[in-house]
């Protein structure tokens, strides 16, 4: 079972089922995982500060006691790292005061040399340490005020302020993305563990000891890793935030949109945070089969260019082709719907079009986190709907008189290869940005970015996974691509529900699947949600 080195085992739809009392009342719950989990699969939330579910245990907090009966009597154990057995008796504070006592010491312990500053952190509203303060805690302090907080930090940040304490590290520099509180933190460890387990390369520490602990990186170097920015997701407290979000929103007035970052193959599910009609933040969104809790800082920080550089929309009446074949082709972004419009259209213009899609960006190796390597998304929705690959459109060019590109910016990525399509005379691209591609084209037709569209796409792990649409497209004249190319194959779709039943006509996985049945999760296809 759990311990420091190994990573929880979490209950499934497959746990077996056992009987443990909990308040004296038997409830059935998942026999493979630790006692936190499964008082959570009973709906009893229990408080912790060190737990994280995708990182190894190490039972430092001592927030989630509970009392078990054994046999010398009832003691208190970690719930985090007490494997779950059959017939285990478990007390928590809806029946044991000295549960309910314990958990407020705790709070209290780890509150004592804490600074008091929630008004102007930039974790307060989403601060764990503050959430279990105010579901278990919530006791006045005992210290007396003469002997002052014993504030962490690395004696070389330390400092006396103007009333004469000794404070710790503000905002320290520990690398080109985040800034350390050194007060703030708790030694709960888990951005040492993320480090050390899931971005495998070690580089933040615990030095010190007992209440002179203090986080820091190895002497001369700083905290630089592509998946860095998930420390601030879970640092419990405000001790690691993100340079580019301090203090730029509150959280509280915030909305989130959930969706999928549409910049690789694995479909990173995350979080639009978004306010004032424009997108603040991109959160990682937990899904167990496809990125966990991570998101790379490539994936999380693009969002900084979505409202940049963006195509207007125009009339629709400058979408004209001319004689000869026509190659339609669809970029990496391009959701299912996209894909049915375009394969609706090729319908629609017979044997003189062909369908493309890809790009001519390499494929890189997956990382094992949260990025496949492949920068075409839906690169199987493509393969589904029988798209040719874009290499073969280079070879053949000189056939094509039209070239409509969806979402594909082929002469951004690899403008040498893409010198080929100057063959063909007549360039469409539709785009969200002014793009080399929509530069090089006869007519730019602005549409709306992943970001902005419903939709769907199937990931490399085949899963059908559902867009959703953050209100920030700056244009309202902006549309969907699937609109435009529907309305081009004189078939409108008025939503990404109606252009999902098209697709289910061009993909028999799709067939037996509705647009509203596909979870927050997705839809493995072919086998169980």
Known sequence: MSNYYNMPKLPTEASPKVEIFVDDRAVMVPGDTNLLEALKAVGIETPHVCYHPYLPVSGNCRQCLVEQEGPRGRMLVISCYT???????????????????????????????????????????ECTLQENYMEAGQNEGRLRPEYGKNYHGNPEHQFIDAKGQLRGGKHVDIGPRILLDEERC????????????????????????????????????????????????VCPTGAMTAKYFRFQKRVWLLAHTPTISMDDSLGANIWLDYADGRIYRVMPRCNPEVNRSWLSNTSRLAFQQFDKNRLPAIDASALQLVGGKVALVAGGACTNEDLAALKMLKEALGDRAELFGGSLLKVNAPDGIAKSGDPVANRAGMQLMGFADVAELLKRAGEFSNLITVNADLYGEDAAAAKALDKISNRIALS??????????????????????????????????????????????????????????????????????????????????????????????????
């Open 432 to 529: 969200a940005f002014d793009d080399a591609t929509a530069k090089k084209a006869k007519v730019a037709f602005g549409i709306r970015h992943w970001s902005e569209v419903q939709g769907t796409m199937v990931n490399s792990l085949n899963i059908l996974q559902k867009l959703s649409a953050a209100p920030t497209c700056p244009d309202e004249k902006l549309l969907p691509a699937y609109e435009v190319i529907s309305a081009l194959a004189g078939n409108k779709f008025n939503s990404a529900c109606e252009a999902f039943k098209k697709a289910r006509e061009y993909v028999p996985a799709f067939a037996d699947i509705t647009y509203d049945a596909i979870k927050s999760t997705g839809k493995l296809l072919g086998g169980n949600a």
């Open 83 to 125: 494997p779950v057995t059959p017939g285990m008796k478990i007390y928590t504070p809806a029946s044991s005061a000295r549960v309910k006592n314990a958990r407020k010491a705790t709070q209290e312990f780890m509150l004592v040399n804490h600074p008091l500053d929630c008004p102007i952190c930039d974790k307060a509203g």
């Open 186 to 233: 708790v030694q709960c460890d888990r951005c040492v563990r993320f480090m050390r387990s899931i971005a495998k390369d070690e580089q933040l520490q615990l030095a010190g000891r007992a209440d002179h602990t203090y986080i820091t990186t190895f002497p001369g170097e700083k905290l630089d890793h592509e998946y860095d920015l998930c420390v601030t997701d």
